[in-house]
């Protein structure tokens, strides 16, 4: 159990505050103490768990002592940070991880063999591009399965599972300094049956693992290294090592040396420790609903979650802490959600603003890529200037929502452009043939100037002198005979001596190098320069051209051809969602395209199951390993998402049909009768030991949080009333977590919002394509309605939804045109044809004025 020391420390970006461990980057004492509160209180009910000893600085201390047993677990829950400072598990699970810029500044050369490999294992047979990254290792790994398992049994040897993914960069770290070292490859591969794991492939091992590595260390993050008896129980746990002693840091080698000891010595001791500390785990992650709880009342829990997010929000660049700084779309998505019922009151006058001005500074910062599109994983400092310039699907999924949804209440079209922005770089760069969409693009690269090692954002930054000779014309009309250079680099921040500070570059790789960041609006940097703003903004478009021509012939950062139902899903939903907002017939085409590669490629309609993961061959064709992963519950929940978004923009009811199909199959996999809501994995896989409830929205939004609306939506769809009730025991199931800590699950009280101010359906009657029908279906989409139910019919080419809605045939077009039906619980007002009219009546049927 690894313990950050205060000096000498590895830290995920994610793992924004531990107070031991001094990691707390520059914030408010006021707010921290606000977030503080809000956690213990959240905690209060496990205040009692028994305290057992951790023994881990026997191993992991290069001064350590013999091991003892005996003694106390430390209190602890499954999530043990603050939700406003998550831990890594918790708040973004994907970021690449840091250490000190006062520790390990003499890290290997991060560059690319170029010798044969003398090593070959059984992890060349895998799919998983992070699992192929370890296939010349020389170490003895094993892909998760029963063959190590079996192994570790007959030998009676401790497991070493090494967790990451294929675009962490401390994961290439730890590899390139200790997975291809031979004599630690030696050590490995004769004492431990070694066990290498794709976090994104098999998200329930990794939330296991990373529960036992948080609650012992009070830490985690990538790679995450755990030590395990061959009945799969961990003893120990961490996350980087060095491969030698660093100052109070232990290195991968004495590690092992003295688990080897300890393992043949006072393995007793090893084993009931470890085995106490997983019983309390299983104890302290429930969540269970009480017998005839009901779910907490929605206006108090989102007044509460709003008030949480003021006290974190950070005033002047827009965000939840002042650095590192997250896009966190689900906290943006609420607050809009928030607005549309509190629209009159200052509160939620204060909560569009809150997310209006973040996207808005998000759009201006180096955080977003302003000349190949997309956004990059989170910014290094607090004004969204220097990233860390991974890039997530997941990711560009939510914030193509996000952004879009900030069109809607604001009017604004650079929200609107940004979405299409997004979207664009996804098309372009994270699509598949197949129709499938790529899990992310990683931020180190070689650099154009040439070399062998690889760089943090070598594809991304530029020199001023590059940008001189790449605009170096001189502007018709400019004032001093300025050229196109010289005005993009006004706009964008360019300076001669690079524009990124020290402190945001601990290990030199972007000196003398510029992040893109608007620095004025077109207007003034139009006014500079003596140019009409029009003028001013076609050449920027046209700088921007060539500066992205020029970037395609950099050497690439990996690419991460794994493609995931659950991310897709997310992505599935932001092309409808935009598409339909913007009536763009591409995008929809786009998303088709998408939901029909989930069918075809991770469904598996004979077993009825979704599979995880499928991946891009040699030929660019799609391949499945065998036995394929089958799905988690995030994949459900996620496609059946995407599906009901993807029915809302099409009107084609198989999308409907499929959603209400997926839906049956996850209650069947993953319902918790007794407790209520829905556990992340199959419970019946024995290989994995802790059966948990995903209680937090991060990164990805938890997948009960996306169920709780989910089931309450069928439920209309499909005149389901047991779904409006399961949807209803889910949120009882959170309700403690709801009621302390509602930051911790925005996406949750969303649905709990919706639960409380009832769906209201939108009916419109017509062909499906018609003019008249588009028309209306403009004016619903041009508006944000969070709990609005689409629903069209159109005669005989319904029967799915007339068979679940009896009550749709009573409703039909008046006077041979489209018309549309505003109702609650199947309840309508009359009748509208006129688009304008049914605006307006829209509006006037938000909650809000219905609560009026």
């Known amino acids: 159990m690894f313990r950050l020391l205060p000096e000498s420390f590895g830290w995920c970006a994610s793992t924004t505050y531990f107070t031991k461990a001094r990691l707390v980057p520059k914030q408010h004492p006021g707010r921290i103490r606000m977030i503080r509160v809000a956690w213990r209180r959240s905690a209060s009910t496990n205040s009692r768990v028994e305290r057992a000893r951790l023994f881990d600085a026997a191993f992991l201390r290069a001064e350590s002592p013999p091991l003892n047993s005996g003694g106390h677990v430390r209190r602890f829950r499954r999530v043990l940070h603050p939700p406003g400072e998550r831990s890594p598990l918790h708040h973004h699970p994907q970021t690449a991880c840091y250490l000190s810029s006062s520790v390990f500044m003499s890290m290997a050369s991060k560059g690319t063999p170029s010798t044969p490999h003398k090593h070959t294992n059984r992890l060349a047979e895998e799919r998983s591009p992070y699992l192929l990254q370890h296939a010349h290792n020389p170490v003895d790994w094993y892909p998760w399965g029963q063959d190590a398992f079996d192994r570790a049994k007959n030998e009676d040897k401790p497991i070493f599972l090494s967790v990451g993914y294929s675009t962490c960069h401390w994961c290439h770290v730890m590899e390139r300094e200790s997975f291809e070292d031979t004599e630690i490859g030696k050590i490995l591969s004769d004492n431990f049956v070694c066990i290498k794991v794709d976090r994104e492939e098999r998200p329930d091992v990794d939330k296991v693992y990373m529960t036992f590595v948080q609650a012992t260390s009070g830490g985690g993050g990538w790679p995450m290294s755990v030590w395990l008896t061959p009945d799969l129980r961990p003893f120990i746990g961490g996350t980087y090592f060095p491969p030698t002693d660093h100052a109070r840091r232990p290195g991968l080698k004495t590690v092992l040396n003295r688990i080897i000891e300890q393992w043949q010595n006072n393995r007793p001791a090893l084993e009931s420790t470890g085995a106490r500390i997983l019983e309390e785990l299983k104890k302290g992650t429930v969540v269970a609903a009480k017998p005839g709880e009901s779910p907490p009342p929605a206006p108090d ?3 509460r979650c709003f008030q949480q997010l003021a006290h974190s929000y950070e005033e002047e660049y827009g965000g939840f802490r002042d650095a590192p700084k997250f896009p966190t779309p689900v906290n943006l998505m609420f607050l809009m959600s928030y607005w549309s019922v509190n629209r009159s009151t200052s509160e939620g006058v204060e909560a569009l603003r809150m997310a209006l001005h973040t996207l808005r500074m998000m759009a201006l910062g180096g955080i977003h890529d302003h000349v ?16 860390h310039f991974e890039k997530m699907l997941y990711d560009q999924a939510q914030l193509a929502v996000a952004y879009i949804t900030a069109s809607q ?8 452009d940004v979405a299409k922005d997004i979207l664009l770089y996804v098309s372009r760069d994270l699509s598949d043939n197949s129709g499938g969409f790529y899990s992310a693009e990683d931020a180190d690269s070689v650099a154009a100037s040439g070399g062998p090692e690889k760089r943090e954002g070598a594809f991304c930054v530029w020199t001023a002198s590059e940008v001189r000779e790449l605009l170096p014309d001189v502007v018709e ?9 010289d005005i993009f680099s006004h706009h964008y921040g360019v300076k001669e001596q690079g524009n990124v500070a020290p402190e945001q570059d601990p290990h030199g790789e972007l000196q003398g190098q510029n992040v893109l960041i608007v620095r004025y609006s077109v207007e003034l940097t139009a006014a500079r320069f003596g140019l009409r703003a029009e003028r001013a903004e076609e050449l920027l478009a046209e700088a921007r051209g060539k500066m992205a021509t020029a970037r395609a012939g950099r050497p690439r950062p990996h690419l991460d051809t794994k493609m995931l139902a659950s991310w897709n899903g997310l992505m599935l939903s932001a092309y409808a969602t935009v598409g339909a907002v913007l009536g763009d017939k591409a995008l929809l085409e786009r998303a088709v395209r998408a939901g029909n590669f989930l069918r075809e490629h991770l469904w598996d309609a004979e077993r009825q199951t979704i599979l995880r993961s499928c991946y891009r061959g040699d030929e660019m064709e799609v391949q499945q390993i065998s036995p394929p992963i ?3 519950l995030d994949d459900y929940a996620f496609v059946v998402c995407g599906a009901l978004h993807l029915y809302e923009a099409t009107l084609q009811t198989e999308w409907l049909q499929w959603a209400e199909e997926l839906q049956l199959r996850q209650d069947a996999l993953f319902w918790d009768q007794q407790g ?15 059966q948990l409830k995903e209680d937090q929205d991060g990164a990805e939004p938890s997948a009960n949080s996306v169920s709780a609306s989910n089931l309450l939506r069928l439920s209309h769809y499909c005149g389901r009333l047991e779904w409006h009730q399961r949807s209803q025991q889910l949120l009882a199931a959170f309700s403690d977590r709801l009621t302390r800590v509602p930051i911790a699950l925005p996406q949750m009280v969303q649905a709990l919002m919706a639960e409380h101010y009832k769906l209201q359906q939108i009916v419109i009657c017509g062909q499906r394509d018609a003019p008249d029908t588009s028309s209306l279906l403009a004016a619903v989409h041009s508006l944000f309605l969070p709990h609005k139910l689409l629903v069209h019919t159109d005669g005989d080419a319904d029967g799915f939804l007339r068979e679940r809605l009896p009550v749709l045939s009573s409703m039909s077009r008046r006077g041979g045109v489209a018309t549309a039906y505003v109702c609650q619980d199947f309840t309508c007002s009359p009748p509208v044809t006129d688009p304008q009219e049914l605006r307006r009546l829209l509006l006037d049927g938000s909650p809000e004025r219905r609560a009026e």
Do not use: N
């Open 409 to 416: 209440v604001s009017g604004e079209q650079l929200f609107a």
């Open 630 to 632: 089958s799905g988690f």
């Open 301 to 303: 829990v989102a007044k």
């Open 676 to 690: 209520g809501g829905y556990f992340c994995s199959d419970p019946s896989d024995g290989t994995v030991l802790l």
């Open 477 to 485: 009309g400019a004032t001093g005979a300025a050229t196109q250079a």
């Open 372 to 387: 190949a599109q997309g956004f990059h994983r989170y910014s290094t400092d607090s004004s969204w200037h220097v990233p």
